[in-house]
DNA sequence: TTGTAAGCGTTATCAT
DNA sequence: ATGATAACGCTTACAA
């Protein structure tokens, strides 16, 4: 029946249909170029016979595989999750696929992660940051294929970024406690390391405070990972160090959770005592007792654009200036005025370490 | 210099270490079937051309792409999200790739990204839960590529089904409850409609219940989405009849967050007047003033066991007898004996409707 | 151990 | 509008 051993090709539809291979090609690639009626046939035959084009003959010979890769660093944090589904789903409208990778915010797993779907052989490819491992952009020479640099925003080279710019979104975020009056800042930031957003966002802070004079103690500046916990613990170091500040800058939603419940646990109101502010937005952040002010960048956004910008340079229609993603600012009820006098020091017990983690729950395996 | 317009052939990397090109081939998939010193002078000309191997002619001629395809449901919920990247991961490390797509819970959306995957040329596939569209089963037989159904466990087709038993993980937090001494029971579950795994655990619910006799008041059963804001909506709704539930056990963590802040601002108590407990675990649920009982299911090792069950399947080793993930009770403060009098009513106002959203954030361009 | 050459299933170029 | 046929770049018998 079928020539093949396993599935059918398109020579047997070719021969049922009574037509050559070149006009079976033709009537799904260029119906317009076939006969309505042949036409009529061969999908017919086509779909009794359930066939449909091999991707690997068909990237072969065309040298498009319609596949994007995409490499994320991971997908339990911040906006990526919604930036991915959407990326996927503005591709699949394309009729493209998405080769989905992570590099755990590792330089060389990047790299790897890179190469492998360079071998893949996608059309396209989708990196968070701009900062990679330096043998990053001679291979993206060598195999030539559009880049996009998601998450970032670089004026300099606008038409390979989308992203929101993170500088210029904390900036404004400590503008506004600025402008609410607040003078002494806390930071509670994620580690920097390979995250040029982090450090970008950074840099909005410091850039905002000195503009307005304002210094900020170096113990109230303290770097970690991510994590409400985290952030609870981290809050706990800043306020060993009197007087505390009154507003709190956090690098991400998580931390500033933490830092949230954690000041809910010690008594100290928000914002009556402490202003708190964090990066992102996920729904927590708006429903705990004290809604949480952030910004919110939205990913669904950048991941659709992402999509069209690639598939809009590979199809050759230059019809995007890609740019900018707008982020905008949540003002809600943890950010207010300062307080008038300091907050009274609080007894905190002894120094405490990070590692000193423990779970509360009796876990019960259900065989 | 290269014979292809654009790119490195393996025709160049043979001219230039003076061999034919099928020794080129064999030096990278058979290495010892090469002597040492060709394979060195092979390998050293093809980093120095920065050539390997072009993935759709390899995939053409083994009838392999080296691609596994999943489709899940989201990005944004449960345990997805670490199951996809220690699936990718655990590809990767056997040098496949993923190609990922999302149904959004659609079945018509689902079949069409199985669809597509099949014709990308996928060896393997991932599917969520084991209810499909009618049409999957044939389509997955005349591609007859190994599939594995994640995230539930069937003992009927055990090496197809990679997950924990839904049911009995409900069934058992339930008969938790009731041991405590519970008999007013609530349930805040999320849609059953294309969920399979839902269905399951409501089915353990109910099971546990009428074991123990204990029956559910209609108006103690509320049906809504995913959401920390619709577990807040449903609480009151359950709450509008009187006498209130002691117990209630929720299709997800958000909806038991939800719930859990709402008890909070209505001054219930938990668990002293009412136990609250979830499925899911992500880090919230540890790190709220009252920590919730839980349901927790290694996303983790679905994913990785998904992978290497693919894997060992399609290189043939039959060293893998899969079979049910364990799941674990993880028995946190928000559930305990129940309290003896009634919960006086509370005076909810008005009954409310759910399309009432609104956001109290002020929200602010940045530009 | 190495080379020769026949596929793998499409698409694209030329004719007709 | 349709058909022959040569790529596409690699793998893999089969020979040597």
Chains 1, 2 share one sequence.
Not at 18 to 44: C, K, L, M
Not at 293 to 303: K, L
Not at 306 to 315: N, V
Request: net charge neutral.
């Amino acid at each position: 029946m079928s020539s093949s051993k396993r599935g059918t090709i398109a020579k047997d539809v070719a021969r049922i249909a009574g037509v050559s291979t070149a006009t079976v090609s033709r009537a799904f690639n260029y119906p317009d170029h076939v006969s309505a009626e042949v036409r009529a046939r061969i999908e017919s035959v086509a779909k009794n016979l359930g066939w449909a084009p091999h991707g690997a003959a068909r990237a072969l010979a065309t040298r498009r595989s319609g596949a994007i890769g995409a490499v994320f660093p991971t997908l339990t944090l911040g906006d990526f999750p919604r930036a991915i589904q959407a990326l996927q789903h503005e591709l699949a409208r394309n009729k493209h696929t998405l080769l989905l990778a992570f590099s755990e915010y590792d330089l060389d797993q990047e790299l790897g992660q890179i190469r492998m779907l360079l071998e893949g052989g996608v059309d396209g490819l989708v990196l968070v940051g701009k900062s990679h491992h330096e043998d990053v952009p001679e291979l993206l020479a060598r195999y030539g294929i559009p880049t996009i640099h998601a998450f970032v925003f670089d004026p300099a080279a606008p038409n390979t970024c989308i992203g929101p710019d993170n500088h210029k979104a904390l900036y404004r975020l400590t503008r506004h406690l600025i402008d609410l009056g607040h003078t002494r800042f806390g930071i509670l930031g994620q580690s920097a390391r390979n995250n040029d957003r982090v450090r970008a966002r950074l840099q909005g802070v410091r850039d905002a405070l000195a503009e307005s004079s304002i210094a900020i103690h170096p113990k109230h500046f303290a770097e970690g990972q991510w994590g409400i916990a985290e952030g609870k613990f981290l809050l706990r170091r800043i306020l060993r160090h009197s007087p505390a500040p009154t507003a709190l800058v956090c690098g991400n939603g998580y931390l500033a959770i933490g830092a949230m419940l954690e000041c809910q646990r010690l008594g100290i109101r928000v914002p009556e005592d402490m202003s708190i502010v964090g990066y992102d937005d996920f729904e927590i952040m708006s429903e705990l007792p004290v809604p949480i002010t952030t910004v919110r960048v939205s990913g669904e956004d950048v991941g659709r654009r992402c999509a069209q910008t690639l598939i809009s340079r590979l199809t050759g229609t230059v019809d995007e200036p890609p740019h900018e993603c707008s982020a905008e600012l949540l003002l809600r009820a943890s950010s207010g005025p300062p307080r008038k006098g300091e907050i009274p020091a609080l007894d905190l017990g002894p120094e405490e370490h990070r590692d000193q983690e423990i779970d509360e729950a009796r876990p019960v395996r259900l065989t």
